[in-house]
Nanobody, 115 residues
């Protein structure tokens, strides 16, 4: 069974940094793409950052220049380095792996940024 497990969330003051990690297990394939999504209370889940197996990246406008997504070569592991955090970055952050047309999600990790 495919499982994605996120780690690295926590509470940080505005202006601080956190690094999220997502490790997949139970796979017999490489994800075509992996990404980080986030969901704030009362809001819809939204893309934060996305990376393909070829290394192409996409960032939400709200995080561009502050967040960096990276992936371990040959592994279904993805990171999100988050710098200059703002209170509006507070959300549950979910990892997603995509293989062909199938999406696999982690359980999420809470990030709270205090002002």
């Amino acid at each position: 069974q495919v499982q994605l497990v996120e780690s690295g969330g926590g509470v940080v003051q505005a202006g601080g940094s956190l690094r999220l990690a997502c490790v997949a297990s139970g796979t017999t394939f490489w994800f075509n793409a992996m990404g980080w999504y986030r969901q704030a209370p009362g809001k819809q889940r939204e893309l934060a950052a996305h990376i393909t197996s070829g290394g192409s990246t996409v960032y939400a406008a709200s995080v561009k220049g502050r967040f960096t997504i990276s992936r371990e070569n040959g592994l279904n592991t993805v990171y999100l380095q988050m710098n200059s955090l703002k209170p509006e970055d507070t959300a549950v952050y979910y990892c997603r792996g995509t293989y062909l047309a199938e999406n696999y999600w982690g359980q999420g990790t809470q990030v709270t940024v205090s002002s």
